[in-house]
């Protein structure tokens, strides 16, 4: 039985319409979940009260922390700088493999214990002397009107935004997050409907019409992660199926990131990926035209650096989520050639480094310039 909407929780939600049987349809994911009064979707975190949809995580938060940009991982947008990082609760997907279970399969509100308005969290990241802030830990789709919000605020004083996202979204709600947002990495599970469907619950082609839309329809600069789980998505032949399609449908300078899995929440039974797994999937998909491709939960420092397309130098050389060395000029060329690196660049300041570091936001914070 669903947990009862408390009053506190019932921000008005968009995306949903009524049914001739009487019952509401969400229509912000291809899940399409389509409720009773009382009932909640499939993520938990958006129900129907009364004739009308709402949102009961807005504005609470499983915590704030800074973390460095290269960890969401994005590493052609503004390398080295911070990020105000924060989730809330739920998920749209049902990944076995899920690597933040206990926040994104929540079935209790007892995880939010930061609450913060857009205006709260703008601030907390001027203050800190953040670049941007990251909607992740979960998936932002399913907070996308407090994610939105917090997107406005966030503009208003300079403040990119970035969101960490599965792209499992309906056209309509995808226009609107993503025209909020300056960045993002969309999570490519992997290259098969059968994976899709019976590790993760959902579908493939709703996240390829993502990608396809950031493309060719937005600004917005993105970055792709898979995670590689032996014996389910780490075969040659469907990393070159995947590869050839990037390359294909959305360029060669997109930057895709293979990453390793661990055994976590319902998939136990697998080992973890070997690094040579994952050094064996960067030259498949370099060999297939990919000019950017990265490694991600080892240590493998060449898997770690970018490298320019044209002269083959080392411009920004990683030690995990520190930067050793950076030869890009402040327009994104290459130092060395000349040549436009893809990507979100501007004044290097530094490297902000390993660093992770919880933040509590301070209420009624006051207004920063």
């Known amino acids: 039985m669903d947990e009862p909407i408390s009053e506190a929780e019932r921000f008005p939600a968009k995306y949903w319409h009524k049914l001739d049987d009487g019952r509401i349809q969400c229509d912000l994911c291809p899940r399409d979940c389509k409720l009773h009064d009382g ?17 009961t995580t807005y504005g609470r938060s499983s915590g704030f922390c800074v973390d460095p940009i290269e960890k969401k991982p994005l590493n052609h947008f503004y390398p080295g700088s911070s990020v105000l990082s924060f989730g809330t609760a739920g998920c749209n997907l049902a990944c076995k493999f899920c690597q933040n279970w206990d926040i994104s399969k929540s079935r209790s509100f007892d995880k939010l214990a930061a609450q913060a308005n857009p205006e709260e969290i703008a601030n907390t990241a001027v203050l800190l002397g953040c670049k941007s802030i990251a909607f992740t830990y979960n998936d932002p789709v399913i907070f996308a009107e407090y994610a939105m919000d917090v997107a406005d605020a966030c503009h208003a004083k300079g403040i990119k935004t970035v969101a960490v996202t599965a792209g499992y979204i309906h056209a309509e709600p995808r226009r609107d997050f993503f025209a909020k947002m300056d960045a993002a990495n969309v999570d490519l599970k992997a290259f098969t409907e059968h994976f899709y469907v019976k590790q993760t619950g959902s579908h493939l082609q709703p996240v390829l019409d993502t990608l396809m839309y950031l493309k060719h329809e937005t600004n917005v600069w993105f970055e792709l992660t898979t995670l590689l789980i032996p014996g389910l998505n780490d075969s040659e032949q469907e990393i070159e199926t995947m590869s050839a399609w990037i390359v294909k449908e959305l360029g ?20 973890g990926t070997p690094q040579e797994t994952l050094i064996k999937a960067r030259q498949t998909a370099l060999d297939a035209g990919l000019q950017y491709v990265y490694t991600g939960n080892v240590y493998y420092k060449t898997g770690d650096t970018t490298y320019c397309p044209s002269c083959k130098n080392a411009v920004i050389i990683r030690d995990w989520y520190e930067i050793q060395q950076y030869d890009l000029k402040d327009d994104g060329c290459c130092k060395h050639c000349g040549t436009l690196i893809a990507g979100c660049f501007g004044n290097y300041g530094g490297s902000f480094g390993r660093h992770h570091i919880p933040v509590a936001i301070q209420r009624n914070t006051s207004d920063t310039p």
Do not use: E, W
């Open 252 to 271: 060669v300078d997109v930057p895709l990131h293979f990453s390793a899995f661990h055994p976590d929440y319902k998939m136990n039974d697998i080992p």
């Open 39 to 55: 009932q909640r979707g499939a993520c938990f975190v958006r129900g129907r009260v009364g004739d009308t949809m709402v949102l």
